[in-house]
């Protein structure tokens, strides 16, 4: 076993890291942290972290730049202070979309990330519903991509939707919706998605039969909201009776809520993986569930070198 288990928290998530923290019965670790007037970042540790076991909790969400080096800077003080192993908790990793060259010249941000977070001191990594399970191949380091099935499972049975059709709204999450509808001995539909420019997209084709339905669409991220939007018009136009959404990650940028709101979904299912207090007050559609104890629990069996393959459901 390692030393004394240590949380510490980012500012881009406080209520979260404090409910994992309740979960563990463990404090949140003491710290001073604030922005100069130029807006560079300081980080001090009040607290002795020699030979400890510390997980950084800090999701990667916007503003996305700031609270990247915000983790970064907390874990080379962390290193410097001579912990004597870091793991980076990223409830959300931001950057994830950008996992390949899919055009010309461009970056591989996902990739730059993952060094990163190597570089200032991660010697593990606890994250959460990857936008692609092989970005756990970035890293030089060990991975724990825990999953939000079973507290969206919870969720959707909550809802005791009578003939249910899950609907997944691109090729790319099949996997994901086919094994929810199992669980839940539902239906499955799928949406043939083009995308045009970044955050926007065109339905195509919808394969499988959604009339007279009851449909949920289920998605990792909700960003924009873009995809969500021209899927609950698709699906509204074919037919399907009573129309929900869930995802696990509710960034919810731009014009994010409006859409929602001027869309037909009933209500949409979502994690607080990234900070959800101003969306909740703007959008009563959106319905939240927590992934602390999740997370606690992959944070306790990490620092008693239990195993963690259970919670990968």
């Known amino acids: ?51 400890g076991d510390v997980f950084v909790i800090q999701p990667i969400c916007p503003p996305v730049n700031d609270n990247l080096m915000e983790l970064l800077i907390m874990m080379d003080a962390l290193k410097r202070a001579s912990a004597f192993r870091i793991t980076a908790v990223l409830p959300y990793y931001g950057y994830a979309r950008q996992d390949k060259k899919d055009k010309p010249r461009v970056p591989i941000t996902a990739k730059l990330v993952a060094d990163l977070l190597s570089k200032a001191g991660a010697d593990r990594i606890l994250t959460m519903d990857l936008h692609a399970a ?3 191949g970035f890293f030089d380091v060990p991975v724990d991509h825990l999953f939000a099935a079973p507290v969206i499972l919870e969720a959707i049975r909550a809802l005791e939707i009578p003939d ?11 996997e994901r919706a086919r094994a929810i509808a199992k669980r839940l001995h539902a239906g499955l539909a799928i949406i043939d998605k083009r995308r045009l420019v ?4 065109e339905v195509r084709h919808i394969i499988g ?16 909201a873009g995809t969500l939007h021209k899927s609950i018009e698709a699906l509204h136009k074919e037919g399907a009776q009573r129309i929900f959404a869930a995802g696990v990650h509710a960034v919810l940028s731009g014009p994010a809520i409006d859409r929602l ?7 949409v ?20 569930f927590s992934v602390a104890p999740l997370l606690a629990e992959a944070i306790q069996r990490i620092h008693t070198n239990s195993s963690v393959s259970s919670l990968f459901v």
């Open 1 to 51: 076993m390692y030393g004394e288990l240590k949380i510490f928290s980012g500012r881009a998530h406080g209520s979260l890291s404090q409910e994992i923290a309740e979960s563990l019965e463990v404090p949140l670790g003491k710290a001073e942290l604030y922005n100069f007037s130029d807006g560079e970042i300081f980080f001090q540790i009040e607290e002795n972290v020699r030979g």
């Open 134 to 136: 092989q970005i756990q």
């Open 164 to 174: 249910l059709i899950i609907v997944s709204p691109d090729a790319g999450g099949v």
């Open 198 to 201: 970044a955050n926007e997209a």
């Open 209 to 224: 039969e959604v009339e007279g339905r009851n449909v949920l669409i289920l998605d990792d991220i909700i960003d924009t």
């Open 261 to 267: 709101m001027d869309s037909a979904v009933e209500s």
């Open 269 to 288: 299912l979502i994690t607080n993986t990234t900070p959800l207090e101003e969306k909740l007050a703007r959008c009563p559609k959106l319905k939240p």
